[in-house]
């Protein structure tokens, strides 16, 4: 089995900072990517940052030099620095990793969510 933990999110005011992390374990043989998804409630789920192994990073435009991907290769974790946070930025954030997985298949795997909630 493959576990997704998220954690870091909380109520934060605008212009502060927040810092999620999101480990995976279990049958994890290799990881390609992680990556950040956001989902405000009557909208689409939204690409925030991913990440692949080799380090190279991609952002949504709304979060570009606010935000920041990184990832312990180590210890299959990836990281979302979120600075500069504006009351837009509130919603569930999500993990996503896509690995190697039981019986070497490759897969997307979501974690379970957690809250961002900025405001005043």
């Known amino acids: 089995q493959v576990q997704l933990v998220e954690s870091g999110g909380g109520l934060v005011q605008p212009g502060g900072s927040l810092r999620l992390s999101c480990a995976a374990s279990g049958s994890v043989f290799k990881i390609y990517a992680m990556g950040w998804y956001r989902q405000t409630p009557g909208k689409q789920r939204e690409l925030v940052a991913t990440i692949t192994s080799g380090g190279t990073t991609n952002y949504a435009d709304s979060v570009k030099g606010r935000f920041t991907i990184s990832m312990d290769n180590a210890k299959n974790t990836v990281f979302l620095g979120l600075n500069d946070l504006e009351p837009e930025d509130t919603a569930v954030y999500y993990c996503?990793?896509?690995?190697?997985?039981?019986?070497?298949?490759?897969?997307?795997?979501w974690g379970q969510g957690t809250q961002v909630t900025v405001s005043s």
């Open positions: 996503n990793v896509d690995l190697l997985g039981p019986l070497l298949v490759r897969d997307n795997y």
